[in-house]
């Protein structure tokens, strides 16, 4: 039996423990550090949290972190990869991933997603329903594509930058690292690092 343990247990969680049944994982266990407060998430069991998780690695074959917020992701899968725990990535098998595109350890993609040729997904991204990654873009570290967001060819996105649900990039531009580029944004114009942008076109909003 596949067994998978899956650190976040909010409704982020849900959707990656039907990711992963979808892709041949027989038992889905979830960890939280909210635990033992929750011990449930929809009808998947909370079992533990993160120290108990590290405790018990032996027991799956395969983990992922499931949690939207990409610092706390990032941290949580450095976390994990220190103590040689087995990341793996996930696929819905309702995906449509170019064969030569690449897509980075612990990373996820849900249903209805599509990935073209010489795009390159770094680790730990969340690639979200129905959201669209074109030819030779790159992804940098624990980046979160939202849904129905669209990433025209050659777009490049810095780590820990969060792409709204519904927001547009031209092609060929540059956003920044630890960016957000607000729902429904399009962005034809580079962002540099650490702000926020609004509107169409997209302006900076504010500055972190």
């Not at 976390?79 to 725990?85: F, N, T, Y």
């Not at 780590?159 to 962005?187: F, K, Y």
């Amino acid at each position: 039996m596949k067994r998978l343990a899956i650190l976040g247990a909010g409704g982020h969680g849900k959707v990656v423990a039907d990711t992963a049944e979808c892709c041949g994982w027989e038992h889905v266990d979830f960890f939280a550090d909210g635990w033992p407060a929750q011990t449930t998430n929809g009808s998947w069991s909370v079992v533990g949290d993160t120290s108990l998780l590290i405790e018990q690695l032996s027991h799956y074959d395969g983990v992922v972190v499931a949690i939207g917020h990409n610092s706390i992701r990032k941290a949580k899968l450095d976390e994990l990869a220190r103590v040689g725990a087995p990341l793996v990535s996930l696929v819905h098998p309702a995906a449509t991933v170019s064969r030569r595109a690449s897509i980075g350890l612990g990373s996820v993609v849900f249903a209805g997603v599509v990935v073209n040729a010489d795009a390159v997904i770094g680790p730990g991204a969340i690639l979200n329903t129905g959201c669209s990654v074109d030819h030779d873009c790159v992804l940098g570290e624990c980046v979160h594509v939202s849904p129905g967001a669209r990433l025209a060819g050659g777009v490049r996105v810095g780590n820990l930058s969060w792409i709204g649900i519904g927001a547009s990039v031209r092609q060929l531009i540059r956003i920044g690292a630890g960016v957000t580029v607000g729902a429904g944004a399009v962005a034809v114009s580079d962002v540099e690092d650490s702000v926020t942008v609004l509107g169409v076109p997209a302006k900076v909003f504010f500055r972190t």
